[in-house]
Every structure is written in structure tokens, then in C-alpha cells.
């Protein structure tokens, strides 16, 4: 066919798709085809919007480096990564419910024992953190792996501010499942806005803001790996959440407490919040 046009193009583009190899890779050809070209028709764009917007897919591209992902903004901001992550998480009941992987996840994060202050000296208010690791049959997770990474009291995570991890790291809880360390309290913050996705919020009359939490993963052998995170009950963005990645389940108290004894038996002197948390991982299949 070479008399193409708004009518006949489509049927022609999924036809030349037909011999490929792989039925999944066909499969997602075909469908990227038909609702790129229903998108098109819908919105009718001019080619002076159809080049705008390839420069602003091209600008988030250059945004990219090893320590910002504009890609995973863009994806995240227009709740793409928490409808993928729904799909990919269904969930038995009782299981703790997952939210978006996030941006600023490090590997070399360094390995502490149970009750470490993890914060590497970063000023805030002290924030203990206790919680527990069990499967949907209620038996504890023996050292589960758990790793945690949040933002300082500004709302800045260590990779905004240089080369020094702070706040994050990896711990095994015990065997009875049971995990606590030190940090700081971390505060609502803006994702980095000052790129194509941040001009794309501005237009479309939103804020850039993610309530405040702390970042959960956790690993248990025969156990699928949970991503998460705890918001604090009462922020003032958790219901406009940028990155749409509250869940009711996932809103808990970020108890405050004056000068005393902790949790753990710690003796503070200045005030300090407690963060507590009970996470059940859903077995694998």
C-alpha cells in the first residue's frame, strides 16, 4: 500500500509488525500501534505540537544521568509506575500493599546492625524506627533483608546533596523477624522539578510535592521482595500525592515523644519521633 492516509495507516502499520519472532514482542507492537495512532486521531495535534512534544521526550532523555531519572519522574508523575505496579502486585489479604520503586534507590548502601543510627550524622529530629517481618500465615521472617532509604528534614536525600550516603541502608532482622535502627524524621519534599517533567506539572496546574515517608524494601527467602513505604498521618499532601503512591494501608503515626526512655531502651535526651510497622510478605507461588 502506498496510498496512505489517516484512515488506512494503522491497518498497514500492525501489518508490518506480523513477522515478528516473539508473540509478546508482537503482541505490545500491536497494541503501542493502535492506541499511539486512537491518541493521535483523538488530540489531532499540529506539527508544531507533534515536534514539541518530541523535544520534551528528548529533554527528559538528557536529564538522565547515574543519579537522576527523568524517564522514571515522567512515568511516575503521570501514575504509569503505580499502574504497573498495581498489575504486577496482586495481593492475598492481609499482605502489606507495595507503592512506586522511586528514584533515588542506591546499591552500595552500607550494611548496619539492628539498633545502628543509620542517619551518618545529618541533622533532624531523632526518628526511631521498629517493625517486623512475617509471611501471610502469620510465621516470622528470620532475618529478613531489609533495606531503607528517606529523605534529611529539608527534603533532600543524600544523592541530591553529593557523593555521602545518609539515611539509607540495609539490616537483617532477627529471628524472630523483628528489626529497629536510628535515623532522622524526613519531611514532604518536591521531586525534582526543574526538568521537562517539571515544566509538565506546571502546565498541567499541579504541585511537584510527595507527602512525607520512608522507603521500605524487604526480602524473605520462598517470599516475594516488597517494595513500600510509610506516609506520616496528617501531611498535607497525601491526597495529592505527585507520583499517586499513597495507600490507606500505608498512612501510620509518626508518634512524637519528649526527652525519656525509648522503645528500645535508649535514653533521650530531646525530643524524638517513633515510627512502628508490621510487614507481612506475600509468599511465592
Same mark, same amino acid.
Given at each position: 500500500?502506498?496510498?496512505?492516509?489517516? /484512515?488506512?495507516?494503522?491497518?498497514?502499520?500492525?501489518?508490518?509488525?506480523?513477522?515478528?519472532?516473539?508473540?509478546?514482542?508482537?503482541? $505490545?507492537?500491536?497494541?503501542?500501534? &493502535?492506541?499511539?495512532?486512537?491518541?493521535?486521531?483523538?488530540?489531532?495535534?499540529? +506539527?508544531?505540537?507533534?515536534?514539541?512534544?518530541?523535544?520534551?521526550?528528548?529533554?527528559?532523555?538528557?536529564?538522565?544521568?547515574?543519579?537522576?531519572?527523568?524517564?522514571?519522574?515522567?512515568? !511516575?508523575?503521570?501514575?504509569?509506575?503505580?499502574?504497573?505496579?498495581?498489575?504486577?502486585?496482586?495481593?492475598?489479604?492481609?499482605?502489606?500493599?507495595? /507503592?512506586?520503586?522511586?528514584?533515588?534507590?542506591?546499591?552500595?548502601?552500607?550494611?548496619?546492625?539492628?539498633?545502628?543510627?543509620?542517619?551518618?550524622?545529618?541533622?533532624? /529530629?531523632?526518628?526511631?524506627?521498629?517493625?517486623?517481618?512475617?509471611?501471610?500465615?502469620?510465621?516470622?521472617?528470620?532475618?529478613?533483608?531489609?533495606?531503607?532509604?528517606?529523605? !534529611?528534614?529539608?527534603?533532600?536525600?543524600?544523592? +541530591? +546533596?553529593?557523593?555521602?550516603?545518609?539515611?539509607?541502608?540495609?539490616?537483617?532482622?532477627?529471628?524472630?523477624?523483628?528489626?529497629?535502627?536510628?535515623?532522622?524524621?524526613?519531611?514532604?519534599?518536591?521531586?525534582?522539578?526543574?526538568?521537562?517533567?517539571?515544566?509538565?506539572?506546571?502546565? +498541567?496546574?499541579?504541585?511537584?510535592?510527595?507527602?512525607?515517608?520512608?522507603?521500605?524494601?524487604?526480602?524473605?527467602?520462598?517470599?516475594?521482595?516488597? $517494595? /513500600?513505604?510509610?506516609?506520616? &498521618?496528617?501531611?498535607?499532601?497525601?491526597?495529592?500525592?505527585?507520583?499517586?503512591?499513597?495507600?490507606?494501608?500505608? $498512612?501510620?503515626?509518626?508518634?512524637?515523644?519528649?526527652?525519656?526512655?525509648?522503645?528500645?531502651?535508649?535514653?533521650?535526651?530531646?525530643?524524638?519521633?517513633?515510627?512502628?510497622?508490621?510487614?507481612?510478605?506475600?509468599?511465592?507461588?
Amino acid at each position: 500500500m502506498r496510498d496512505l492516509n489517516e /484512515t488506512t495507516i494503522t491497518a498497514e502499520a500492525l501489518a508490518r509488525v506480523q513477522g515478528a519472532g516473539d508473540p509478546r514482542t508482537k503482541a $505490545v507492537s500491536e497494541a503501542l500501534i &493502535r492506541h499511539l495512532h486512537d491518541f493521535i486521531r483523538e488530540i489531532e495535534p499540529s +506539527q508544531e505540537e507533534w515536534e514539541a512534544g518530541i523535544r520534551f521526550l528528548t529533554r527528559v532523555g538528557q536529564m538522565c544521568t547515574d543519579k537522576r531519572q527523568e524517564f522514571i519522574l515522567l512515568s !511516575d508523575a503521570l501514575g504509569a509506575s503505580m499502574l504497573v505496579d498495581a498489575i504486577n502486585h496482586r495481593l492475598p489479604e492481609g499482605a502489606t500493599e507495595t /507503592t512506586v520503586f522511586g528514584p533515588f534507590f542506591v546499591e552500595g548502601r552500607e550494611d548496619f546492625p539492628l539498633g545502628a543510627n543509620i542517619s551518618e550524622g545529618v541533622n533532624g /529530629t531523632p526518628m526511631l524506627v521498629t517493625g517486623s517481618a512475617a509471611s501471610t500465615d502469620g510465621k516470622a521472617l528470620s532475618l529478613a533483608g531489609i533495606d531503607v532509604w528517606h529523605s !534529611d528534614d529539608e527534603g533532600f536525600y543524600d544523592v +541530591q +546533596q553529593g557523593d555521602d550516603l545518609a539515611m539509607r541502608g540495609h539490616l537483617l532482622a532477627d529471628a524472630e523477624g523483628k528489626f529497629n535502627f536510628w535515623s532522622v524524621r524526613p519531611k514532604y519534599y518536591p521531586i525534582p522539578d526543574d526538568g521537562p517533567v517539571g515544566d509538565m506539572l506546571k502546565a +498541567q496546574g499541579r504541585h511537584p510535592y510527595r507527602p512525607e515517608h520512608v522507603h521500605f524494601m524487604i526480602s524473605a527467602p520462598g517470599h516475594e521482595t516488597l $517494595v /513500600t513505604h510509610l506516609f506520616s &498521618r496528617g501531611d498535607p499532601y497525601l491526597d495529592s500525592d505527585v507520583v499517586f503512591g499513597v495507600k490507606n494501608s500505608l $498512612v501510620t503515626d509518626f508518634v512524637e515523644h519528649g526527652p525519656g526512655v525509648a522503645a528500645d531502651g535508649r535514653i533521650m535526651n530531646q525530643p524524638y519521633v517513633h515510627l512502628h510497622y508490621d510487614f507481612v510478605l506475600k509468599p511465592k507461588s
